[in-house]
Protein backbone atom coordinates (compact mmCIF):
# COMPACT_ATOMS: atom_id res chain seq x y z
CA UNK A 1 0.00 0.00 0.00
CA UNK A 2 2.72 2.63 1.05
CA UNK A 3 4.28 2.00 -2.62
CA UNK A 4 1.18 2.58 -4.25
CA UNK A 5 0.97 5.77 -2.50
CA UNK A 6 4.47 6.92 -3.24
CA UNK A 7 3.76 6.09 -6.98
CA UNK A 8 0.79 8.22 -7.01
CA UNK A 9 1.92 11.12 -5.79
CA UNK A 10 5.14 10.92 -8.54
CA UNK A 11 2.77 11.22 -11.27
CA UNK A 12 0.50 14.05 -10.05
CA UNK A 13 2.77 16.25 -11.09
CA UNK A 14 3.37 14.56 -14.42
CA UNK A 15 -0.58 15.15 -14.95
CA UNK A 16 -0.20 18.75 -14.06
CA UNK A 17 2.12 19.33 -16.67
CA UNK A 18 0.36 17.66 -19.32
CA UNK A 19 -3.26 19.59 -17.88
CA UNK A 20 -1.18 22.78 -18.49
CA UNK A 21 0.37 21.62 -21.76
CA UNK A 22 -3.43 21.03 -23.01
CA UNK A 23 -4.17 23.73 -21.96
CA UNK A 24 -1.72 26.23 -23.65
CA UNK A 25 -2.05 23.84 -26.95
CA UNK A 26 -5.96 24.70 -26.94
CA UNK A 27 -5.30 28.27 -25.68
CA UNK A 28 -3.52 28.69 -28.65
CA UNK A 29 -5.59 26.86 -31.07
CA UNK A 30 -8.23 28.99 -30.14
CA UNK A 31 -6.16 32.28 -30.81
CA UNK A 32 -5.73 30.79 -34.37
CA UNK A 33 -9.11 30.31 -34.97
CA UNK A 34 -10.42 33.44 -33.00
CA UNK A 35 -11.36 36.21 -35.34
CA UNK A 36 -8.53 38.97 -35.53
CA UNK A 37 -8.04 42.33 -34.27
CA UNK A 38 -10.04 44.70 -35.27
CA UNK A 39 -7.93 47.83 -37.57
CA UNK A 40 -7.69 50.45 -35.77
CA UNK A 41 -6.27 47.66 -32.70
CA UNK A 42 -4.00 45.76 -35.09
CA UNK A 43 -0.27 47.01 -35.72
CA UNK A 44 -1.64 49.02 -38.68
CA UNK A 45 -4.48 50.94 -36.80
CA UNK A 46 -4.25 54.24 -35.06
CA UNK A 47 -5.29 53.72 -31.31
CA UNK A 48 -1.86 54.18 -29.74
CA UNK A 49 -1.65 58.07 -32.10
CA UNK A 50 -4.81 58.50 -30.34
CA UNK A 51 -4.02 57.96 -26.80
CA UNK A 52 -0.41 60.10 -27.64
CA UNK A 53 -2.17 62.83 -29.40
CA UNK A 54 -5.33 62.95 -26.17
CA UNK A 55 -1.77 62.90 -23.70
CA UNK A 56 -0.21 66.25 -25.18
CA UNK A 57 -3.75 68.05 -25.25
CA UNK A 58 -4.85 67.67 -28.85
CA UNK A 59 -9.05 67.02 -29.42
CA UNK A 60 -8.77 63.81 -31.44
CA UNK A 61 -11.25 60.80 -32.45
CA UNK A 62 -12.44 57.92 -34.57
CA UNK A 63 -15.13 58.49 -37.36
CA UNK A 64 -18.21 57.10 -36.08
CA UNK A 65 -20.74 58.47 -38.75
CA UNK A 66 -21.37 61.75 -36.88
CA UNK A 67 -22.32 64.41 -39.22
CA UNK A 68 -20.37 67.74 -39.35
CA UNK A 69 -19.79 70.65 -41.65
CA UNK A 70 -17.78 71.56 -44.21
CA UNK A 71 -14.23 73.29 -42.54
CA UNK A 72 -14.72 72.43 -39.19
CA UNK A 73 -12.36 69.75 -38.46
CA UNK A 74 -8.79 70.89 -37.98
CA UNK A 75 -7.05 67.42 -39.64
CA UNK A 76 -9.17 64.42 -41.11
CA UNK A 77 -6.68 61.31 -40.97
CA UNK A 78 -7.57 59.09 -43.81
CA UNK A 79 -5.96 56.08 -44.09
CA UNK A 80 -5.80 54.52 -48.10
CA UNK A 81 -6.24 50.83 -46.85
CA UNK A 82 -7.42 49.83 -50.51
CA UNK A 83 -4.44 48.73 -53.35
CA UNK A 84 -6.65 49.30 -56.23
CA UNK A 85 -9.13 52.18 -55.58
CA UNK A 86 -10.56 51.11 -59.38
CA UNK A 87 -12.27 48.32 -58.80
CA UNK A 88 -13.79 46.57 -55.75
CA UNK A 89 -11.78 44.21 -53.99
CA UNK A 90 -12.37 40.60 -54.68
CA UNK A 91 -10.78 37.93 -52.02
CA UNK A 92 -8.77 35.44 -53.42
CA UNK A 93 -9.40 31.97 -52.59
CA UNK A 94 -6.16 30.92 -51.94
CA UNK A 95 -5.72 31.88 -48.23
CA UNK A 96 -1.78 32.53 -48.96
CA UNK A 97 -2.75 34.92 -51.80
CA UNK A 98 -5.43 36.00 -49.60
CA UNK A 99 -3.19 36.99 -46.57
CA UNK A 100 -0.75 38.64 -49.75
CA UNK A 101 -3.37 41.37 -50.16
CA UNK A 102 -3.61 44.79 -48.88
CA UNK A 103 -6.40 45.91 -49.58
CA UNK A 104 -8.78 46.52 -45.78
CA UNK A 105 -11.06 48.32 -46.51
CA UNK A 106 -13.17 49.04 -50.23
CA UNK A 107 -12.47 52.79 -51.37
CA UNK A 108 -13.61 54.84 -54.84
CA UNK A 109 -11.62 57.77 -56.15
CA UNK A 110 -14.91 59.54 -56.24
CA UNK A 111 -15.09 58.72 -52.03
CA UNK A 112 -11.66 60.05 -51.60
CA UNK A 113 -12.25 63.05 -53.56
CA UNK A 114 -15.10 64.22 -51.85
CA UNK A 115 -13.49 63.63 -48.31
CA UNK A 116 -10.56 65.58 -49.48
CA UNK A 117 -12.72 68.22 -50.83
CA UNK A 118 -14.92 68.68 -47.82
CA UNK A 119 -12.09 68.91 -44.91
CA UNK A 120 -8.34 69.08 -44.34
CA UNK A 121 -7.02 65.71 -44.87
CA UNK A 122 -3.69 64.07 -44.42
CA UNK A 123 -3.73 60.66 -47.01
CA UNK A 124 -1.44 58.08 -45.59
CA UNK A 125 0.04 55.41 -47.73
CA UNK A 126 -0.91 52.02 -47.36
CA UNK A 127 2.68 49.64 -46.70
CA UNK A 128 1.79 46.44 -45.26
CA UNK A 129 -0.28 43.70 -46.61
CA UNK A 130 -3.35 41.66 -44.40
CA UNK A 131 -0.71 39.26 -43.23
CA UNK A 132 1.17 41.71 -41.26
CA UNK A 133 -2.03 42.25 -39.31
CA UNK A 134 -3.17 39.08 -39.04
CA UNK A 135 -0.02 37.89 -37.70
CA UNK A 136 1.80 41.53 -35.89
CA UNK A 137 4.88 40.37 -37.08
CA UNK A 138 6.86 43.51 -39.30
CA UNK A 139 8.64 42.20 -42.29
CA UNK A 140 9.87 43.13 -45.20
CA UNK A 141 9.03 40.19 -46.83
CA UNK A 142 5.17 41.12 -45.97
CA UNK A 143 4.98 44.75 -48.04
CA UNK A 144 3.01 45.38 -50.80
CA UNK A 145 5.02 46.64 -53.68
CA UNK A 146 5.34 50.25 -54.24
CA UNK A 147 3.08 50.55 -57.22
CA UNK A 148 0.36 49.38 -55.20
CA UNK A 149 0.84 51.38 -52.45
CA UNK A 150 0.92 54.69 -54.61
CA UNK A 151 -1.98 53.56 -56.55
CA UNK A 152 -4.72 55.67 -54.81
CA UNK A 153 -2.50 58.92 -54.23
CA UNK A 154 -1.18 58.80 -57.22
CA UNK A 155 -4.63 60.33 -58.72
CA UNK A 156 -3.59 63.90 -56.94
CA UNK A 157 -0.31 63.94 -59.38
CA UNK A 158 1.47 65.43 -56.62
CA UNK A 159 4.93 63.12 -57.74
CA UNK A 160 5.77 60.98 -61.30
CA UNK A 161 6.28 57.07 -60.28
CA UNK A 162 6.25 54.43 -57.56
CA UNK A 163 7.39 55.21 -53.75
CA UNK A 164 11.13 55.06 -53.12
CA UNK A 165 12.50 52.31 -50.51
CA UNK A 166 15.83 52.16 -49.82
CA UNK A 167 18.09 48.97 -49.09
CA UNK A 168 18.77 49.87 -45.56
CA UNK A 169 16.25 48.46 -43.30
CA UNK A 170 16.03 51.05 -40.81
CA UNK A 171 16.03 54.71 -41.45
CA UNK A 172 16.84 57.28 -38.79
CA UNK A 173 16.04 61.13 -39.09
CA UNK A 174 15.44 64.17 -37.32
CA UNK A 175 12.59 66.54 -37.04
CA UNK A 176 12.28 69.56 -34.52
CA UNK A 177 14.97 67.88 -32.29
CA UNK A 178 13.16 64.98 -32.11
CA UNK A 179 15.06 61.34 -33.47
CA UNK A 180 12.70 59.28 -35.61
CA UNK A 181 13.18 55.60 -36.57
CA UNK A 182 11.58 54.07 -39.56
CA UNK A 183 11.65 49.63 -40.42
CA UNK A 184 12.13 49.38 -44.01
CA UNK A 185 10.73 52.73 -44.74
CA UNK A 186 9.14 54.26 -48.12
CA UNK A 187 9.85 57.52 -49.28
CA UNK A 188 8.18 59.95 -51.67
CA UNK A 189 10.23 60.88 -54.43
CA UNK A 190 13.11 64.32 -54.37
CA UNK A 191 11.04 65.61 -57.52
CA UNK A 192 7.87 66.96 -56.05
CA UNK A 193 5.01 68.89 -58.17
CA UNK A 194 4.25 72.24 -58.24
CA UNK A 195 1.58 72.28 -56.06
CA UNK A 196 3.44 70.64 -53.07
CA UNK A 197 6.12 71.34 -50.50
CA UNK A 198 8.06 68.49 -48.25
CA UNK A 199 7.38 69.39 -44.41
CA UNK A 200 9.36 66.32 -43.55
CA UNK A 201 12.61 65.18 -44.85
CA UNK A 202 15.20 62.89 -45.09
CA UNK A 203 18.36 61.79 -47.15
CA UNK A 204 16.59 58.83 -48.83
CA UNK A 205 13.40 60.83 -49.55
CA UNK A 206 10.42 63.16 -48.71
CA UNK A 207 8.09 61.69 -45.90
CA UNK A 208 5.33 64.60 -45.34
CA UNK A 209 4.48 66.71 -48.20
CA UNK A 210 1.61 69.49 -48.19
CA UNK A 211 -0.29 70.23 -51.62
CA UNK A 212 -3.12 72.78 -52.79
CA UNK A 213 -6.68 70.50 -52.62
CA UNK A 214 -7.96 69.29 -55.52
CA UNK A 215 -11.22 71.66 -56.18
CA UNK A 216 -11.02 73.11 -52.89
CA UNK A 217 -10.03 75.84 -50.38
CA UNK A 218 -8.09 72.86 -48.07
CA UNK A 219 -4.69 71.65 -48.58
CA UNK A 220 -4.00 67.75 -48.37
CA UNK A 221 -1.20 66.36 -46.66
CA UNK A 222 0.56 62.66 -47.86
CA UNK A 223 2.24 60.87 -45.65
CA UNK A 224 4.51 58.17 -47.53
CA UNK A 225 4.65 55.63 -44.47
CA UNK A 226 2.40 55.01 -42.27
CA UNK A 227 5.09 53.66 -39.56
CA UNK A 228 5.15 56.91 -38.41
CA UNK A 229 1.93 57.02 -36.77
CA UNK A 230 0.38 53.35 -36.46
CA UNK A 231 0.54 51.50 -33.58
CA UNK A 232 3.78 49.10 -35.12
CA UNK A 233 5.90 52.12 -35.80
CA UNK A 234 4.78 55.24 -33.21
CA UNK A 235 6.75 53.01 -30.13
CA UNK A 236 10.30 53.44 -32.14
CA UNK A 237 12.32 55.86 -31.31
CA UNK A 238 11.09 59.14 -30.39
CA UNK A 239 8.24 58.59 -33.28
CA UNK A 240 5.01 59.56 -30.77
CA UNK A 241 6.57 63.08 -30.34
CA UNK A 242 7.05 63.61 -34.01
CA UNK A 243 3.55 62.06 -34.93
CA UNK A 244 1.82 64.05 -32.00
CA UNK A 245 3.46 67.53 -32.78
CA UNK A 246 3.43 67.69 -36.37
CA UNK A 247 -0.46 66.10 -36.29
CA UNK A 248 -1.41 69.31 -33.77
CA UNK A 249 0.32 71.84 -35.73
CA UNK A 250 -1.20 70.78 -39.06
CA UNK A 251 -4.87 70.96 -37.46
CA UNK A 252 -3.95 74.30 -35.45
CA UNK A 253 -5.54 73.57 -32.69
CA UNK A 254 -8.83 72.24 -34.16
CA UNK A 255 -10.61 68.77 -33.79
CA UNK A 256 -8.52 65.49 -35.41
CA UNK A 257 -10.56 62.91 -36.64
CA UNK A 258 -9.23 59.32 -37.69
CA UNK A 259 -11.18 58.40 -40.72
CA UNK A 260 -11.57 54.52 -41.58
CA UNK A 261 -15.01 54.71 -42.58
CA UNK A 262 -16.29 54.50 -46.25
CA UNK A 263 -18.58 57.22 -45.90
CA UNK A 264 -18.55 60.54 -46.79
CA UNK A 265 -20.31 62.25 -43.38
CA UNK A 266 -19.65 65.83 -44.17
CA UNK A 267 -22.24 68.46 -45.76
CA UNK A 268 -21.19 71.60 -47.45
CA UNK A 269 -21.32 74.68 -45.31
CA UNK A 270 -24.92 76.02 -46.31
CA UNK A 271 -24.31 79.56 -47.39
CA UNK A 272 -26.61 82.05 -45.73
CA UNK A 273 -29.67 83.71 -47.09
CA UNK A 274 -29.91 87.34 -47.80
CA UNK A 275 -32.91 89.22 -45.97
CA UNK A 276 -35.35 90.53 -48.49
CA UNK A 277 -36.94 94.23 -48.03
CA UNK A 278 -40.07 95.36 -49.23
CA UNK A 279 -37.62 98.11 -51.36
CA UNK A 280 -36.23 95.01 -53.15
CA UNK A 281 -39.83 94.68 -54.94
CA UNK A 282 -39.35 97.97 -56.46
CA UNK A 283 -36.39 96.60 -58.70
CA UNK A 284 -38.90 95.14 -61.13
CA UNK A 285 -40.16 98.58 -61.92
CA UNK A 286 -36.75 100.22 -61.78
CA UNK A 287 -35.12 100.86 -65.84
CA UNK A 288 -35.04 99.30 -68.01
CA UNK A 289 -38.01 96.70 -66.18
CA UNK A 290 -40.09 99.56 -65.91
CA UNK A 291 -39.90 100.22 -70.21
CA UNK A 292 -41.35 96.38 -70.00
CA UNK A 293 -44.35 97.55 -67.70
CA UNK A 294 -45.47 100.41 -69.37
CA UNK A 295 -45.92 98.27 -72.95
CA UNK A 296 -48.17 95.48 -71.16
CA UNK A 297 -50.07 98.45 -69.69
CA UNK A 298 -50.05 100.34 -73.30
CA UNK A 299 -51.40 97.13 -74.63
CA UNK A 300 -54.13 96.05 -72.05
CA UNK A 301 -55.58 99.91 -73.23
CA UNK A 302 -55.78 99.30 -76.21
CA UNK A 303 -57.31 95.79 -76.27
CA UNK A 304 -59.73 97.19 -73.77
CA UNK A 305 -60.56 100.04 -76.04
CA UNK A 306 -60.97 98.18 -79.14
CA UNK A 307 -63.23 95.33 -77.45
CA UNK A 308 -65.77 97.99 -76.32
CA UNK A 309 -65.65 99.63 -79.57
CA UNK A 310 -66.46 96.28 -81.15
CA UNK A 311 -68.46 94.38 -79.04
CA UNK A 312 -69.58 97.16 -77.09
CA UNK A 313 -71.47 96.68 -73.50
CA UNK A 314 -73.43 93.10 -72.81
CA UNK A 315 -76.81 92.88 -74.68
CA UNK A 316 -79.36 92.64 -71.80
CA UNK A 317 -82.01 90.41 -73.91
CA UNK A 318 -85.02 90.07 -71.42
CA UNK A 319 -84.09 93.01 -68.97
CA UNK A 320 -84.67 90.76 -66.04
CA UNK A 321 -88.54 91.53 -66.49
CA UNK A 322 -91.46 88.94 -66.17
CA UNK A 323 -93.64 90.03 -69.78
CA UNK A 324 -89.75 90.14 -71.41
CA UNK A 325 -90.09 86.74 -73.22
CA UNK A 326 -93.84 88.20 -74.32
CA UNK A 327 -92.19 91.40 -75.68
CA UNK A 328 -89.67 89.76 -77.17
CA UNK A 329 -92.03 87.58 -79.13
CA UNK A 330 -94.14 90.67 -79.71
CA UNK A 331 -90.57 92.01 -81.17
CA UNK A 332 -90.01 89.33 -83.61
CA UNK A 333 -93.23 89.32 -85.21
CA UNK A 334 -93.57 93.00 -85.54
CA UNK A 335 -89.73 92.78 -87.96
CA UNK A 336 -91.26 89.95 -89.77
CA UNK A 337 -94.18 92.39 -90.34
CA UNK A 338 -92.01 94.99 -91.55
CA UNK A 339 -90.02 92.41 -93.70
CA UNK A 340 -93.17 91.46 -95.22
CA UNK A 341 -93.47 94.60 -96.91
CA UNK A 342 -90.15 94.63 -98.63
CA UNK A 343 -91.02 90.55 -99.36
CA UNK A 344 -94.86 89.07 -98.85
CA UNK A 345 -92.85 85.78 -99.56
CA UNK A 346 -90.98 85.78 -96.03
CA UNK A 347 -94.69 85.62 -94.40
CA UNK A 348 -95.75 82.73 -95.99
CA UNK A 349 -92.28 81.06 -95.44
CA UNK A 350 -92.59 82.06 -91.76
CA UNK A 351 -95.75 79.97 -91.12
CA UNK A 352 -94.32 77.42 -93.44
CA UNK A 353 -91.37 76.12 -91.08
CA UNK A 354 -93.62 77.16 -88.02
CA UNK A 355 -96.03 74.40 -89.61
CA UNK A 356 -92.96 72.04 -89.85
CA UNK A 357 -91.90 72.59 -86.35
CA UNK A 358 -95.35 71.43 -85.21
CA UNK A 359 -95.49 68.21 -87.79
CA UNK A 360 -91.77 67.75 -86.36
CA UNK A 361 -93.08 67.65 -82.88
CA UNK A 362 -96.08 65.98 -83.06
CA UNK A 363 -95.46 62.95 -85.60
CA UNK A 364 -91.14 63.01 -85.28
CA UNK A 365 -90.77 64.14 -88.43
CA UNK A 366 -91.82 65.70 -91.68
CA UNK A 367 -93.37 64.28 -95.01
CA UNK A 368 -93.52 65.55 -98.35
CA UNK A 369 -97.20 67.31 -98.67
CA UNK A 370 -99.14 69.94 -96.90
CA UNK A 371 -98.87 69.37 -93.21
CA UNK A 372 -102.01 70.98 -92.22
CA UNK A 373 -104.20 68.26 -93.37
CA UNK A 374 -101.75 65.78 -91.63
CA UNK A 375 -102.26 67.94 -88.84
CA UNK A 376 -106.01 68.76 -88.44
CA UNK A 377 -106.41 65.00 -89.23
CA UNK A 378 -104.61 64.10 -86.49
CA UNK A 379 -106.40 66.65 -83.81
CA UNK A 380 -109.92 65.62 -85.27
CA UNK A 381 -109.06 61.84 -83.87
CA UNK A 382 -108.26 64.00 -80.80
CA UNK A 383 -109.66 66.75 -79.97
CA UNK A 384 -112.05 67.99 -82.76
CA UNK A 385 -112.43 71.30 -81.34
CA UNK A 386 -109.07 72.08 -81.19
CA UNK A 387 -108.49 70.45 -84.98
CA UNK A 388 -111.84 73.18 -86.43
CA UNK A 389 -109.91 76.08 -84.61
CA UNK A 390 -106.17 75.43 -85.80
CA UNK A 391 -108.10 74.13 -89.19
CA UNK A 392 -109.13 77.72 -89.47
CA UNK A 393 -106.33 80.23 -88.52
CA UNK A 394 -104.00 78.05 -90.42
CA UNK A 395 -105.47 78.71 -93.35
CA UNK A 396 -106.26 82.19 -92.65
CA UNK A 397 -102.35 82.24 -91.50
CA UNK A 398 -100.63 80.72 -95.43
CA UNK A 399 -103.38 82.02 -97.54
CA UNK A 400 -103.86 85.83 -96.69
CA UNK A 401 -106.03 88.25 -99.02
CA UNK A 402 -103.17 89.53 -101.43
CA UNK A 403 -103.83 93.23 -100.12
CA UNK A 404 -103.96 92.48 -96.52
CA UNK A 405 -102.58 94.71 -94.52
CA UNK A 406 -100.44 94.55 -91.96
CA UNK A 407 -102.81 94.74 -88.94
CA UNK A 408 -104.64 91.71 -90.69
CA UNK A 409 -101.73 90.15 -90.74
CA UNK A 410 -100.89 90.87 -87.56
CA UNK A 411 -104.10 89.24 -86.32
CA UNK A 412 -103.60 86.27 -88.48
CA UNK A 413 -100.57 85.98 -87.26
CA UNK A 414 -101.46 85.70 -83.22
CA UNK A 415 -104.60 83.75 -83.86
CA UNK A 416 -102.16 80.85 -85.77
CA UNK A 417 -99.78 81.50 -82.79
CA UNK A 418 -102.54 81.03 -80.00
CA UNK A 419 -103.89 77.99 -81.85
CA UNK A 420 -100.11 76.02 -82.30
CA UNK A 421 -99.44 76.51 -78.72
CA UNK A 422 -103.54 75.09 -77.70
CA UNK A 423 -102.13 72.27 -79.58
CA UNK A 424 -99.43 71.55 -76.64
CA UNK A 425 -101.41 73.03 -73.04
CA UNK A 426 -104.57 72.80 -74.34
CA UNK A 427 -105.28 75.64 -73.01
Known amino acids: MTAAIGQRRAATPVGVVLVLLGLVGMVLWLANRAPTLPIDRSAIGLRALERV ?43 QAYLATGTERDLTPGLIRGKV ?6 LVAPKWTRAMRH ?17 AIDRLDAFDGPLLRPRAPLQRFNFNGHDGLLYAPQFFPETLSDRCVPLISTQAGHLLIE ?11 LLSDPDLINNHGITLASNAAIASETLRELAAGAPILIDTTD ?15 WSDLLRFFAYPM ?23 PPLAIFDDRLSASRDASISAKARILRMVGNDPKLFEAHVANRLRRIERTLFGGTLPGDPVTRIVGFLKRVDPERAAGFAAAAVAATTPAQ ?9 ALDDFERQAERLFDGS
Open 135 to 151: SGYAHHSLMISPEQAVN
Open 403 to 411: HASAAQLQA
Open 263 to 277: EIFSTVQPQPRPKRA
Open 117 to 122: RLQPTL
Open 211 to 221: CDGPQSNHPVW
Open 53 to 95: VSADGGAISYAVGQRMLEGTLGLRILPILDTDVSKPFVPPEDE
Open 290 to 312: SIAWIALLAFTVLVLWRAWVRFG
